[in-house]
């Protein structure tokens, strides 16, 4: 799918700490100095899910293989990125290449970990980082508006595009983001080759200390009240304990570490769904002897779409889909015994994949 979510954040908010807990093929290095991390690092990060456990169990397969989200570490903002002050051009243009923002959030004290900002305020530290992308965002859509009116003079459709252009920059001159704008598919394209870093969609972390990991505090409340109308997700946690329950190999050991912390699952496994979520992506999943696994898609896509992930040749070629509800491959255990009893259905190139589908493609090479 190639889709990332960009993790960012101000300097020393633990962005690289939650990125070395999410990510199961890179670390990324965590230390308590500006600019740490400058190149990006990018990992795969494999989404949890308990019906592929389910079908595990069921088919029992050679081998299961879970579906995976990409998840980018971008170097801290400061104030002035948008002028340019610290890596502030190399920061923008990271968040340009990804598809959604993880913005994490100081929201404990800590007298030895530095930030320039003064006392401790996450509307604040929220506020100075979509500042900065809104400006980046109206130097961007003033550049373009420059060129399109011109063209507009005797164009229709650039008129158009700079109705659109001249929304934009109203929207972002009154602090708001452009996702928030509304603008329709057709009017997107007006934008579509600015790539606006606040027509991202956004969900936040509250980086909080142990004490406040299951009822959040005083700072994780102020940034859950000033996002109440934007209709973004908080996620509150403790990245340095998600990252140490990372470290463990042995599912018993894990299991005795997050009983200590009284936790019923890692708070990373809610981060990763609302991720995927926040991406507009989907599951479904093929079970055979040979292997059960989950497949990633883009929600609202057709079976022949589907069947590409697995191969582009399965779209070109695509006959039809064998079908099966998850809830009835659970229920009657089996591939043949959802056929025996009606409920493997086919369906043509016009079907719309469920989450959790079970399926099948047949094609022609």
Same mark, same amino acid.
């Given at each position: 799918?190639?889709?990332?979510? $960009? ?28 600019? &740490? ?50 890596? @502030?051009?190399?920061?923008? =243009? ?6 959604? +923002?993880?913005?994490?959030?100081? &929201? ?9 900002? $003064? ?48 929304? &934009? ?5 009154? $602090? ?63 990245? =340095? ?45 093929? =079970? ?8 990633? +898609?883009?929600? @609202? ?17 695509? +006959? ?17 015994? &959802? ?16 989450? @959790? ?9």
């Amino acid at each position: 799918m190639a889709l990332q979510a $960009g993790i960012v954040g101000l300097p020393n908010v633990g962005k690289s700490t939650l990125f070395n807990a999410v990510s199961n093929s890179a670390k990324a290095q965590a230390s308590n100095y500006r600019f &740490c991390t400058i190149e990006p690092n990018t990992g795969l990060v494999n989404v949890p899910d308990p019906r592929l456990k389910k079908l595990e169990e069921l088919v029992v397969p050679q081998r299961t293989v879970p579906t995976q989200i990409e998840i980018v570490d971008i170097a801290g903002l400061v104030r002035g990125a948008s002028k340019g002050e610290g890596l @502030g051009n190399k920061f923008l =243009a990271n968040i340009r290449e990804v598809d959604a +923002i993880i913005q994490v959030i100081r &929201c404990f004290e800590d007298d030895n970990i530095l930030r320039d900002e $003064g006392p401790i305020n996450p509307v604040g530290d929220k506020e100075i980082i979509e500042t900065e992308l809104q400006l980046k965002d109206l130097e961007s859509v003033d550049k373009k508006m420059q060129r399109t009116e011109k063209l507009a003079k005797n164009d229709p459709k650039m008129k158009a595009e700079l109705d659109v252009l001249q929304r &934009c920059k109203a929207h972002l001159e009154k $602090g708001k983001n452009i996702i928030s704008l509304g603008l329709t598919k057709e009017e997107k394209v007006a934008i579509a080759d600015i790539f606006l870093l606040t027509d991202k969609p956004v969900l936040y972390v509250a980086n909080v200390d142990e004490a406040s990991m299951h009822t959040g505090n005083k700072f994780s409340d102020a940034l859950i009240e000033a996002v109440k109308n934007e209709g973004n997700e908080v996620i509150i946690m403790t990245n =340095a304990v998600e990252a140490q329950i990372a470290e463990f190999e042995d599912p018993d050991d894990k299991a005795m570490f997050m009983e200590e912390y009284k936790m019923t699952e890692p708070a990373l496994d809610r981060l990763i769904h609302s991720t995927y979520k926040l991406l507009n992506l989907s599951t479904y999943f093929t =079970a055979g002897v040979q292997e059960v696994r989950a497949w990633t +898609i883009q929600q @609202g896509w057709k079976a022949p779409q589907a069947a590409s992930v697995i191969h582009s040749d399965f779209e070109k070629g695509f +006959i039809k889909a064998e079908v099966i509800a998850y809830n009835d491959f659970v229920q009657y255990g089996s591939e043949a015994a &959802c056929r025996d009893n009606g409920k493997l259905r086919i369906e043509g190139k016009e079907y719309l994949v469920q989450d @959790g589908d079970v399926m099948h493609f047949r094609f022609n090479v």
